[in-house]
């Protein structure tokens, strides 16, 4: 499914797990047509048929970017590059190493998902160096009517850009303005926004710099990768910061011995106090379930390298 989200702007239901508005692409229509973000090996279909649908074929794009290379972002790089021969890979720096060579990104993966990662998310593909640009904070890109800015966003990973498009003055903001679950992923009634904190980088004082410098750009609205569109873009900071500072509540009594499934236990619990005081009558956190267990999964990690000394 295809929809409209901005001046020349299309968002791509990538329908991941086989849910309807958990992960999505961006389509720029423009003198360079250009697509931010790919979703995994296993949405290749999906994006694909999303392409073909507003009637962009894969040969048509000039540029493909991707906002970190998670395997739910970038896992289908190599493939649709393979596709798209007068397309250009846009990056973070510290992104290039893992387009071209994926195997030890698939390894850490594996630590994280076990059995289920294949089939959840397939297996990426390694795109030629030549074919990679990495942007230095502050970068642009000229498309036409569009300038994209990259900016480096970490707090989520440290291999992370967020792109400021000129045209709409909206942020396409990867993992770094919280995930956004829709009405249609979860069945509540109100969107939600929580952060999302997965492994092996998350920082809340780095998401917290991270969207200090954002806010100050004067941005109109907030793409989420992890679904649709948050306008005006405070709304995005300012779910943002307050799931941060839940997350940050919630830490001081653990340390780097607690179990994941004490964390992941009292992370939910936080979280329906939070709908509830958002006036969801039932909260339902199904379609969040597997999020939080990764949620934290990241916590975790991050109280480790913390008591070592690593942050
Ligand atoms: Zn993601």
Known sequence: MVQAVGEDLVVIDLEEFGDPARTGAYLLLDDEPTLVETGSQACHPKLLAGLREVGVEPEALRHVIV???????????????????????????????????????WQGAGTVYGAQLEPRFGRPRPVPS???????????LHLGRRTLTFYDTPGHARHHVGIVDSLTGGLFSGDTVSIRYQPQLTGMPIPYLFP?????????????????????????????????VTRPASDAFAATRRGIATIVALMEDLGPDTA??????????????????????????????????????????YLQRKALGKI
């Open 130 to 140: 030549d074919r990679i640009v990495a942007h230095q904070d502050g970068s642009t």
């Open 260 to 301: 994941v499934a004490e964390v992941e236990r009292r992370l939910q619990a936080a979280v329906k106090r939070d709908l509830e005081a958002l006036g969801v009558a039932r909260p339902n956190l199904d379609s969040m379930a597997l999020d939080l267990n990764l949620n934290a999964q990241g916590i975790v990690v």
């Open 67 to 105: 906002t970190h290379v998670h395997l739910d972002h970038a896992g289908g790089a190599g493939a649709l590059m393979a596709l798209a021969p007068r397309a250009t890979l846009h990056c973070h720096p510290r992104a290039v190493a893992h387009l071209v060579d994926p195997s030890r990104l």
């Open 196 to 228: 999302t904190t997965t492994p092996i980088d998350f920082d809340p004082a780095a998401v917290l710099a991270t969207l200090d410098r954002l806010e100050r750009l004067g941005l109109s609205a907030v793409y989420h990768t992890h679904f649709s």
